[in-house]
């Protein structure tokens, strides 16, 4: 298969993915970016926001995005939230798709086996989890991506950068930092690495470095624009997180937890290539640039108590050449012949054949089942409405979500709810989870929206849908 028709591939998948992705993957991604834009879009009150706000530890500049996109679409007649939402997943694969387009002209050239070529062809554009990530508005994939560009911009074919380069690598590293301040470390290693290894002139140093600085003053900007008042969000982070150890009032985990999480999440045991390979290049390969990059940030965020997986997530980017670097050391290091080795050549055909069925798998998935929801009553129900629970809001999360509800929908427990409200005419809905039990007769209640039809009941394999979270919606006459 050529590489342009890899490319194009990659990209037809990454858009169907971002179409069929709705929601979030962790909580962070809507109510940190999303639900901050909202209450600058006005759509919601400062006591709705996260705590979060109200410290100020938040960089603006995904939020200020938001409000950006969502200002043009209404200058243009649209404020659909989900076509939004959409246009920003889109926007996130133009800027991902760049960063795997340049690490791949980056490092290809180096690569002198065909089969290895193939290889990192194919795990650079299409490794299933990658293109999950890299659909998704969330900092941990922009400044992954930002950092790639930069760096792969400093060190491209040319490989004779100049003073300008330096400049322009500086103000995009500066922007993943902004965007995410633990990018800090993947900009400090590399720091490092050019001051010790590469022997770097000053000149170019402070190049990056005031490249960097106008990025940064530039997030300050925005800050003050977003906030309504000066505020220094690196050093709040850092204070509540770090300094005051709110962060450990999420859980703690012990140091060797990414090992686990990353195996156990990548399928074992084709994750253990993933594992052995960061191991393979940080322990053998220590004057490689990726060496310095790389094993700061892992090393840090295995320190620090509280630990989500996706907190490794801007490093997916590098995985296909730390891959192709770690088989390269030990077929030429350790004179081990992998590609004639008949279990090897079973383990890379499973490899991708399990690539290959969980990208389908992924395909068509919502990122959050319950946005479904939230957009079958925004498209259905534009007059207003109200909205009745019983145990469980279904517009709660965390917090309450309100940039994907109209303001015209009114939530309220349906115990609250009189005879005399329903007989008024106006649009009554009944939101039950599959814990509820129904109040009302079925004469006067029609189901409109269920989260799983009902053949689905049929393949209830284990008991899946018992632990599932299924709603119900119905219109009450």
């Known amino acids: 298969m050529k590489i342009r028709q890899v490319k194009i591939i990659s990209l037809i998948v990454l858009l169907v993915i971002a179409y069929f992705s709705v929601g979030w993957e962790f909580p962070d991604e809507h109510f940190q970016i999303l639900e901050f834009a909202a209450w600058k879009l006005q759509m919601t009150t400062t006591d709705q926001l996260p705590w979060e706000f109200h410290f100020q530890i938040r960089s603006a500049i995904q939020p200020a995005i938001v409000v950006t996109i969502h200002r043009i679409f209404a200058v243009l007649g649209c404020t659909d939230p989900f076509l939004i939402s959409f246009f920003l997943r889109v926007l996130t694969v133009a800027l991902t798709f760049t960063s795997m387009v340049m690490i791949y002209r980056n490092y290809a050239p180096e690569i002198k086996t065909q089969p290895l070529q193939k290889w990192f062809l194919l795990l650079s554009f299409l490794l299933w989890f990658a293109l999950l990530n890299n659909v998704r508005f969330r900092s ?125 999440r990548t399928i074992p045991p084709f994750s253990l290539v993933f594992i052995l390979s960061f191991l393979v290049v940080v322990l053998f390969l220590r004057k490689d640039v990726l060496t310095w990059i790389i094993l700061p940030y892992v090393l840090v965020h295995c320190l620090i108590g509280h630990k989500e997986i996706r907190f490794l997530y801007p490093l997916i980017g590098f995985l296909p050449i730390m891959a192709i670097k770690a088989y390269e050391f030990i077929v030429q290091g350790w004179k081990i012949n992998l590609a004639e080795n008949r279990w090897f050549q079973v383990y890379t055909r499973c490899f991708w054949y399990l690539n290959l069925l969980l990208i389908a798998v992924v395909l068509f998935i919502p990122a959050e089942p319950q946005t479904k929801l939230y957009q079958y009553i925004y498209n259905n129900y534009p007059q207003p409405a109200t909205l009745c629970y019983v145990s469980e809001n279904p517009y709660y ?81």
């Open 140 to 264: 941990e994939t922009w400044s992954g991506s930002l950092f790639i560009i930069g760096f792969c911009y400093l060190f491209r074919l040319a490989r004779n950068p100049q003073g300008r380069d330096f400049l322009i690598a500086g103000i995009l590293m500066g922007l993943a930092f902004v965007v995410r301040y633990q990018t800090g470390l993947l900009i400090g290693g590399f720091f490092l690495w050019l001051l010790l290894s590469r022997r770097e002139k000053m000149a170019n140093i402070s190049l990056l470095i005031m490249g960097i600085a106008i990025s940064f003053l530039s997030g300050v900007l925005l800050d003050r624009w977003f906030y309504g008042e000066w505020t220094f969000t690196a050093w709040n982070y850092f204070n509540q997180n770090l300094i005051q150890d709110k962060v450990s009032g999420f859980g703690v985990e012990p140091w060797w937890f990414y090992f686990k999480d990353v195996f156990i």
């Open 397 to 477: 999360r965390a917090k309450e979500v309100h940039f994907y509800k109209r303001a015209s929908l009114n939530i309220k427990n349906f115990k609250d709810s009189s005879g005399k409200e329903m007989a008024s005419g106006k649009k009554y809905l009944l939101a039950l989870c599959k814990k509820d039990a129904k109040p009302v007769s079925k004469k006067n209640q029609k189901l409109i929206y269920a989260t799983y039809p009902e053949w689905i009941k049929r393949f209830n394999f284990n008991n899946w849908l018992d632990r599932a979270q299924v709603w119900y919606v119905y219109e009450i006459n």
